[in-house]
Structures are given as C-alpha cells and as structure tokens.
C-alpha cells in the first residue's frame, strides 16, 4: 500500500511540474561528472548525501564541519529542486544514503516559480527518494534570505512556510529553518554572512547551516557515523 501510495504521489506531481518545461538536460555535465567520479573513487556507502543548488556545491567543508560523518556532496550550481528530483537515479539512488540533507528553492523562485510549486517540487523530491528507502531521514535547509534577492524575502518566506508544513505531514522529514539567524532585527540579511555577490555564503553563514544541520544528524545518521579504528581511538 505505502509503495502505491508513492507511486501516486509521483504520477500525480508529475502532471503538476510538466508545465515548466524544464530543460533538465543542461545539467547533464554536471551529472556525468558526478558519475566519472563515483567511477574513479566510488563513495561510501550509507553516508549522509548533501544534495541541491551552488549553496551545496560550494560548500567545502562538509568533511571537518561534520566530523565522524561520512559525507557527499551532490550540489550543481544553479539547479531547482526539481532538477535533483530529476537526477535522482544517479546521483541519489546508488548512494543508499543513510540521510540526505537538501537545499535548494532560492534559484526556483527566481527562475518564476511560486512559493506553492517549490513546496510541490519538494513533495515530488521526498517521494522520488523515499521510492528507494522508504525510511530515509531528509532534511530539508530553509531558502536563505539573501542580500542578492532582497525583492524576493516575501515569496521565500512563503515558500519556506508551505515547506514547513509539509515537512510536518511527511514521516522522518525534517525542516532545519537557518532563516531567523541570517537576518538582522529589520529583518535584512546580514551581510558578514554572504561572500562578494551577496548570494553564496562566507564561512561565516556556513557556520549557522553548521549549528542546524549537526543536531539533527546526530538523531538521524547514525549509520553514516565513521567508525574510528582502535588506533585512531587512543590518538
């Protein structure tokens, strides 16, 4: 029954995303790449999958900001959530992640998408992967208010309140709101947490993604936790 239900679920929001007409195919460099380096150094195995937009991909420092986590990181710069939905087959699926943690919704919105298609393409996402793992853990990072998309703070509100109550729907999903703390008390972004384009983020602003994300891997990934090995125990 749970297995026709996601297959529901999938054909339904299907039909509802076939309107934007998006070229998926843009990204398959990106993908390919992703593949010729799984095939070259395959990743582990169970570990926590990062997914999602250029806040993913330029994150650097998964390895020391989680350590005792085996950790990869799937991000493709520019991408909508619906474009990790679409490559989830490969970039996903062969994984057997223990956890995945998504960001992505900014560039959606700018690209036209409504607050309410961003929270679809988040349920197409959820379905899609829980496809594979019924029981996989996801957590999804609120859109970021951000100095570069100032005209769009009232759709990301929106767009992250639709998510949260979604999320509050889904079994084992989780929604990780960095929002409050990336704003002043005007409720502007802050500035010391965005590199020169006012977009992508300083270590800084990776560091409140840090204070977020980490709590909840430790309720959720266990089985991406690395074991030390009895030499690496007594160092």
Do not use: C
Not at 37 to 57: E, T, Y
Not at 92 to 118: F, M, T
Not at 135 to 159: E, T
Not at 193 to 198: H, P, R, Y
Request: net charge negative; hydrophobic share 45%; aromatic share 10%.
């Amino acid at each position: 029954m749970k297995r026709l239900t996601i297959v529901l679920t999938l054909l339904f929001l299907a039909f509802g995303a076939a309107a934007k007409d998006n070229d998926h195919a843009k990204w398959e460099p990106d993908i390919q790449a992703f593949e010729a380096s799984d095939k070259a150094a395959p990743p582990p195995q169970h570990a926590v999958l990062f997914i999602g937009s250029s806040s993913i991909r330029f994150w650097k420092t998964l390895d020391t900001d989680f350590p005792g986590y085996k950790v990869i990181n799937r991000g493709f710069g520019g991408s909508d959530l619906d474009d990790s939905t679409a490559f989830a087959d490969r970039i996903v699926k062969p994984y057997h992640p223990a956890a995945i943690v998504v960001y992505a919704g900014d560039n959606d919105l700018q690209n036209g998408d409504s607050p309410e298609q961003v929270r679809d393409d988040f349920t197409a996402f959820v379905a899609k992967v829980r496809s594979y793992d019924p029981q996989v853990p996801i957590a999804f990072i609120s859109i970021k208010p951000s100095i570069a998309r100032l005209n769009l703070l009232p759709q990301i509100d929106l767009a992250n309140q639709l998510v949260r109550d979604q999320a509050m729907k889904e079994k084992g999903v989780a929604f990780l709101d960095v929002a409050p703390a990336m704003v002043d008390a005007n409720g502007q972004p802050k500035p010391d947490l965005f590199v020169a384009d006012g977009l992508h983020m300083s270590p800084q602003g990776y560091a409140l993604w840090v204070a977020q994300v980490k709590p909840w891997l430790a309720d959720h990934a266990m089985a991406a936790q690395v074991k030390q090995s009895p030499n690496e125990a007594t160092k």
